[in-house]
């Protein structure tokens, strides 16, 4: 299939210029203006609108069993949702329970996954620690595509990893040239909080927030920061949603260590008076970790994000419906974790960040996509519009608007968290590996058709990390 999209603006996170896209089977042929067009072609004028890389959303849970349920949205659901919005691929994260096998959960998930309507990768978290682990990290790096792993400083008793396996994996994760990850959150103070406030007689979702303050996200950074100062290895810090996480953060960048920050499209919007909403079911449904915080905090995530110290937008997308949130009607620490947004991410993002001025359309598509693919090593094959990349693409109408609601989105979330929130600027047609996917409203999605990425190890970072190691590597004195 051969497809022109003509006379748009095209966006890359360098530049911007009008011109065509030329797109032949999955990858994108040529870029240019007035560009010929081959026999066959399928030709679709792009006036008015900007072209785009196609979203990259490298934090979803599809499918994710949690808290004795599991995500409404499987993996073509949510990959669906994604590409209705703009986001043509996801990095999920497979969890596996503490005690089993790495390569046991890794193929579970690829089963599950088969479904994808949209490309997809995996984060692998490190739940639990021995010989086998150390071994399974390497088999799936070096077999399997994955270059990055995921560690939960939260989740007491359940996937939380301690400072022993932190230090462990970071080290290997240093060996193999894979990114580590964090949930930073201080599982023990979380605990005893919860505990507090349910002896108080706190039990409602007003209770969520206030088992998790940002000083309990903050010291969590600030650990798994110094960590990884001291063995050289770089890191990245999930769904940042606080300023005191974000100064973490900071400051280690200025020191000029390696430090990556990823924030949710939510945490950018929505704020913690959510929890105490007198209905139950509203206030459940915007149960996540970290929970939203204040619009203090809102406006120190915009800054961390136009000052560069904040690297990717993501969602978190992991969802659960009223009947699964009421599990916690009278138990707050019973309430699964967790909020959609797949859908939504991009229209969030440039309705409050470029339409506000916070950001340039270059700007958009850095944090939306490119920043992505550069850190976890899919550059230049996503997250940019250039011959020989894929042809994943969003033609985005800056000017048409929609309200967002649980009426209208692709989601099998049976609630919204921007309910009601009317944006401008939306996607008009996305491009998937060359296919049309969405076009003027017709999801066209179908499932299996997603293609699994395998992400190289060693990203460039990795090289210069080993060069500055190799020239400030201790000394023994001569005696």
């Not at 994710?64 to 073509?76: H, I, R, S, Y």
Request: hydrophobic share 40%; glycine share 10%.
């Amino acid at each position: 299939m051969t497809v022109l999209i003509r006379g748009g603006t095209v966006v890359n996170a360098d530049a911007e210029h009008r011109g065509d896209v030329l797109c032949q089977g999955d990858k994108i042929l040529q870029v240019g203006t007035d560009l010929q067009v081959p026999a066959g072609t399928e030709v679709i004028d792009a006036g008015g609108a900007y072209v785009m890389p196609g979203g990259i959303d490298p934090h979803t849970h599809m499918q994710l069993p949690f808290m004795g349920t599991v995500a409404a949205d499987d993996f073509f659901s949510g990959t669906a949702a994604g590409l209705a919005g703009g986001t043509t691929s996801i990095i999920d994260f497979v969890i596996p329970d503490p005690q089993q096998s790495l390569m046991d959960a890794f193929r579970m998930w690829r089963g599950w996954a088969e479904k994808s309507a949209g490309d997809y990768s995996f984060h692998v978290a490190v739940t639990w620690w021995n010989d086998s682990v150390h071994k399974d990290m390497g088999t799936l790096v070096q077999e399997h595509g994955v270059n990055s792993f995921k560690h939960f400083m939260a989740y007491k008793n359940a996937i939380m990893a301690d400072d022993e396996i932190l230090v462990k994996s970071f080290q290997r994760s240093l060996e193999l040239g894979a990114m580590p990850t964090v949930h930073a959150e201080n599982g023990e103070l979380v605990a005893m909080l919860q505990q507090q406030l349910l002896a108080q007689g706190i039990r409602g979702p007003e209770g969520h927030p206030l088992s998790r303050p940002p000083m309990v996200e903050a010291e969590a950074a600030n650990r798994a920061i110094a960590i990884a100062d001291v063995l050289g290895v770089p890191i990245y810090v999930v769904h940042v949603s606080c300023g005191e996480a974000l100064e973490a953060i900071t400051r280690a960048r200025a020191r000029g260590q390696r430090v990556y920050g990823e924030v949710l499209a939510g945490h950018l919007v929505v704020d913690e008076s959510a929890y105490r909403d007198p209905d139950f079911a509203r206030a459940a449904a915007h149960v996540m970790s970290p929970p939203f915080r204040s619009r203090e905090n809102q406006a120190m995530l915009w800054r961390g994000l136009q000052g560069g110290n904040l690297h990717t937008t993501a969602t978190d997308h992991c969802t659960f419906c009223a009947e699964q949130k009421a599990a916690g009607r009278n138990d707050f620490t019973k309430i699964p974790n967790g909020c959609g947004g797949v859908e939504e991410r991009m229209a969030v993002l440039w309705d409050a960040g470029v339409n506000a001025g916070r950001l340039t359309p270059s700007e958009f598509v850095r944090v939306t996509s490119t920043n992505a693919a550069q850190l976890f090593n899919l550059y230049p094959r996503k997250g940019v519009i250039q011959p020989g990349a894929d042809a994943d693409l969003v033609v985005w109408d800056p000017k048409a608007t929609k309200t967002l609601s649980v009426k209208t989105q692709h989601s099998k979330s049976d609630f919204n968290i921007f309910e009601g929130r009317e944006v401008t600027g939306v996607p008009r047609h996305t491009v998937s590996a060359g296919r049309w996917v969405y076009r003027d409203g017709d999801l066209r999605a179908e499932p299996g058709t997603g293609r699994y990425l395998k992400r190289p190890a060693f990203a460039p970072m990795f090289t210069a990390l080993e060069r500055f190691k190799h020239q400030h590597a201790p000394t023994a004195v001569a005696r």
